[in-house]
């Protein structure tokens, strides 16, 4: 089994910065990517971003240029580092972690709340 914990989400004013952070534990062998998708209220779970197992990053439209994922492979943490936010980041966000084999974990989520 796979835990993930996420951590710093929290309210901030349009064109402000926050910082998510995912540290994984457990069975993480065979991980292909890690990274963050979000999901309002009545519409599907989207990505965000994602960072392979190589270091390579893949970004939603709607971020590139905002928002930049990193890893430290040694603590198995993830780090998602948003700029000049937007009311529409407004969402709960989900770290994911995907194996070989396309199997996914998810965290909790926490809530980011941008206001206007």
């Known amino acids: 089994q796979v835990q993930l914990v996420e951590s710093g989400g929290g309210l901030v004013q349009a064109g402000g910065s926050l910082r998510l952070s995912c540290a994984a534990s457990?069975?993480?062998?065979?991980?292909?990517?890690m990274g963050w998708y979000r999901q309002v209220p009545g519409k599907q779970r989207e990505l965000v971003a994602t960072?392979?197992?190589?270091?390579?990053?893949n970004y939603a439209d709607s971020v590139k240029g905002r928002f930049t994922i990193s890893r430290d492979a040694a603590k198995n943490t993830v780090h998602l580092q948003m700029n000049s936010l937007k009311p529409e980041d407004t969402a709960v966000y989900y770290c994911?972690?995907?194996?070989?084999?396309?199997?996914?974990?998810w965290g909790q989520g926490t809530q980011v709340t941008v206001s206007s």
């Open positions: 994911n972690l995907q194996k070989f084999g396309n199997t996914d974990y």
């Open positions: 457990g069975s993480t062998f065979r991980m292909r990517t």
């Open positions: 960072i392979s197992n190589g270091g390579i990053t």
